[in-house]
């Protein structure tokens, strides 16, 4: 199945894909273990954190691969910040309970100057 949406499935959209399947395992191993592992010895937090990131690397690393070729890697790193705050930002409000903040916007805001330099033709 992987195979064929491989064959069907435009680099783009593969590379975008497993770069956020990739930022979610990233964005839990990062700050997860701060509401689930807050009384556990930091390195139990850490192992933890370890094993979660395995299957960040296993998603991220094919992406960029898969992407490498169509983007440049400064186009490549834009894209993962972008689908990093787009992640996280639920991540935060849902899952830590942290209020939104307007910070969150202008965050996001200069995310999308960044992208537009990065991606136009100059």
């Known amino acids: 199945m992987l ?3 491989h064959q069907t499935l435009p680099i783009s959209l593969q590379t ?3 770069l956020a399947a990739s930022n979610v395992f990233m964005t839990f ?5 701060l509401k689930n592992l807050a009384t ?6 850490a192992l933890v954190s370890w094993g ?3 299957f960040e690397y296993l998603l991220q690393v094919p992406a960029n691969r898969i992407g490498y070729g169509q983007f440049s890697l400064a186009q490549l790193k834009i894209m993962q910040e972008v689908i990093t705050l787009t992640v996280f930002v639920p991540f935060a409000f849902f899952f830590m309970k942290q209020p939104l903040k307007l ?3 202008w965050a ?4 999308v100057g960044a992208v537009y330099f990065i991606f136009r033709n100059p």
């Open 103 to 105: 910070d969150f916007l």
């Open 3 to 5: 195979q064929t949406l």
């Open 29 to 33: 191993a990062w700050y997860g273990h």
């Open 52 to 54: 979660i990131a395995l």
């Open 16 to 18: 975008v894909l497993l």
């Open 108 to 111: 996001a805001l200069c995310l």
């Open 40 to 45: 556990a010895p930091w390195y139990i937090a």
